[in-house]
């Protein structure tokens, strides 16, 4: 049974909303469910995130170890020890976003960032991956908030959601690629049935 469960997409796809009702539906089911996000969801995790998302310019190598890093905290701290008592972890993003945004959006190189990253994973990939898809423009203007790299407009985010979409082609038993387009409820519905499977 898959139990640790990433939410991906590009900015403004509505992932922590689906998160939410996917939690609230497990929970009403008995489950211990734990969420995270990344980057933070720990005290080093969230001091990086301060740095990774408001802070000053950096290069992509930078960027893409303190992701790599953020993770590496996350996974020691909070999902492994989750995971081994039974619980459910939803994470709203995870190492599928770092081949995303800096492999393909930075131009790095999916395979050099996921080398960079499964050190600090050592094993603990998502069992599931669900990719919301959205447009870049209709993802730009569903943003609540902008980031530093969130705020870098369409072009940037055209090959992170084509990144995604290879992604998930490549790997089609971890990823469930839902349209995020439609309506809440029908994008919780789909995400709560494949959770199911
Ligand atoms: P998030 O907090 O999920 O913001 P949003 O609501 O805009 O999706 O993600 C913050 C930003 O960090 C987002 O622009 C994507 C980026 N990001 C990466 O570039 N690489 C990563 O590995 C992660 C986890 C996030």
Redo the contacts with the bound molecule.
Sequence with gaps: MSRYIALE?????G??SVLVALAERLEGEGHDVVCV????GTAVGESLRDL??EGPPMSAWA?ALM?AA??AQLVEEVVRPALARSAWVLS????Y??LA??GA?RGLGIGRVRQINEPGLSGTWPDMVMLLVVAPEAGLAR???E?R??SEGSSLLASVAEAFERLASREPDRFVVIDAEQSLGLVVDQAWAAVQL
């Design positions: 997409g590009i900015d403004g796809a992932k922590t996000r990344e980057p933070g990774l998302l960027e992701f953020d993770r709203d993003r995870s190492v976003s770092s945004y800096q959006g943003q609540e908030k980031d790299i969130g």
